[in-house]
Structure formats: C-alpha cells, structure tokens
C-alpha cells in the first residue's frame, strides 16, 4: 500500500496541465511549431500516466479477487469437511441401529413396530410379536359390531325409532329391556376402544437380544404409554446357566421358553397371550442353547 500511493504521487507530480505550459510556453516566446511538440509529449506522458493508474487498480483488483476466492475455496472446503463428518457419523448410527433392528431405518412409527431375527456368532436377536396380531384384530371388530348393535337398539327403543332400517326395536320397551342394551353396549365400546388403543400401541412388542461381543443379555417391551412405556432389561450373559421350557396342554395351554440366570430367577422370552406351537417351542430352545452353550431343561 505504501508503495502504491508513493508511486500514484510521483506520477501526480509528473503530470502537469497541457493548457498551464501552452501559457507558459507563449509568455516564454516559444514558436508555434515547438509549443506543439511539447504538447503532443505532455499528453503521451498524461496517458501512459493513467494506463499505469488503470493497472495499478485492477492488479490490486485482481488480488482482491484472487484472496476473496481463496476465502470461498477454503470455506468450501471446510463446509464440504463438515458434511463428510456428520455423514459419517449418521452412517455409524445407521449401522448400529440396524444391528439391533435387523434393517434399514423407516421412520419413528415403523422402528417401533418392526423387529427381525439376527443369528450368527456374536448376536442373536429374537422379535417378540405384540399386541398386533390378528386375533386381537378379529376380536376387537366383533367387540365393536356388537356394542354398536347394542347401543343403537337400546337407543332406538329411547326415542321409539328405528335408527337403522335393518335393526327393528318397536317391539322393545326402554325400561328394563332398551336400558340394559344401553349399558352392554357402552360397556362393550369401552372394551373395544382399549384393545383397539392396544392394538396401536403394540403393548408386548419387542425382541430378546443375546450380545456376546457387549457381553449382555437384553430384554426389550414396549408397553403403555407413560414412564413404562419402554421396558429395558439388561443382565450380564454370563450369568445364564441355562434355557427352561415349561410345557402344559389343558384349558389353558402354556409353551413358555425361560432363561435361568443366576440370583434373578427364570426370564420368560416367549409372548404372552399366544401359546406358540411346539415345534417352534423346541426350535426356539434348541436355537437358542446352542448359541449361549448352555444345557436344556424342561424337554
């Protein structure tokens, strides 16, 4: 910058006015013929003056550039680094919730729904069926044709009409018959609207997972909405000593896979509410023995 402005005042200094020294030159007596001379030198000397100005600015132009794309580049560069690191880290999470999940991510709703079975040397991860299965999809729309039908039939005989063509309540009188199909029906909608609220949250859904890499046994649930809504279980795997299955036809029949662990007493694995046949009983413990390698009781 210094040298710039010392040089721009020397050429101001050489600069000079050609009217001035066209004055000074006739004062002086000089020919017509010389002054001309001299005036043609002058403003040569003016031009080569301001072409000098003119490079001086743009080379101080074309540096300013030359640093301000520099600047940009290297912002590129470090947005482009920032980008390559949270990519990175979104692929780290990507990989290790797949390890548990068994696929890619689908969004918040299919992650809570979605488990599916890993088995090699290091995990073994067993999906747990919820409540979204199709006994309680069957039984919740019976529920709700017959508490509906109920309801409409006590309130049909309420208002002595028939509300729906295919339902006929004049031969009911409200009181007591009209009044009792009232209460059965909103009871029965009662019912129908927690197993279809069951049925959305997908209470007992979950997996058993066995890491022997972390060295852990995980117990997973999804239970009702509120502080138990996640239920996580973790014990050390070397604390398993062996896998219980419980067999007992009947009325009730249960197939029931159980791990022993030491001081906690025998962990259920299998769902509940849904015996399992017995031949997926037997895979399931056979399956499950020979990855922690440990005894069978129970068979």
């Not at 550039?65 to 980008?83: C, D, E």
């Not at 339902?167 to 009209?178: C, H």
Request: net charge positive; charged share 25%.
């Amino acid at each position: 910058d210094e040298a710039r402005s010392g040089r721009e005042q020397h050429l101001k200094v050489r600069t000079v006015d050609p009217a001035k020294k066209s004055t000074i030159m006739s004062a002086l007596g000089v020919s017509s013929s010389a002054r001309v001379a001299v005036l043609t030198s002058v403003a040569a000397r003016n031009s080569r003056t301001r072409r000098g100005r003119g490079e001086s600015k743009s080379a101080f132009t074309g540096d300013a550039m030359v640093m301000k794309s520099s600047s940009s580049s290297s912002s590129r560069t470090i947005s482009m680094r920032s980008t390559s690191s949270s990519t990175v880290a979104k692929k780290r999470t990507s990989v290790k919730v797949n390890a548990i999940f068994g696929g890619e991510n689908k969004g918040s709703g299919d992650s809570e729904d979605e488990f599916k079975k890993i088995v090699n040397d290091v995990v073994y991860v067993d999906p747990v069926v919820g409540a979204k299965r199709f006994s309680n999809y069957f039984w919740a729309s019976v529920v709700t044709a017959g508490a509906s039908g109920f309801l409409i039939t006590g309130a049909s005989a309420y208002f002595k009409h028939n509300l729906v063509f295919f339902l006929d309540a004049s031969d009911i009188e409200f009181f007591p018959q009209g009044l009792v199909m009232s209460f059965y029906g909103i009871a029965g909608l009662l019912l129908a609207t927690y197993l279809w609220l069951t049925i959305n949250w997908n209470v007992g859904a979950g997996y058993n997972e066995f890491n022997k890499e972390e060295g852990i046994f995980r117990v997973f649930r999804y239970g009702f909405p509120g502080k138990n809504r996640r239920v996580n279980l973790l014990t050390d795997l070397k604390d398993v000593t062996a896998v219980r299955v419980e067999i007992a036809d009947g009325i009730n029949p249960r197939r029931v896979v159980y791990v022993k662990c030491k001081g906690k007493g025998d962990i259920p694995l299998t769902r509940i509410g849904q015996p399992l046949t017995l031949a997926e009983v037997e895979r399931q413990a056979a399956e499950l023995a020979k990855f922690l390698q440990v005894p069978i009781e129970g068979l």
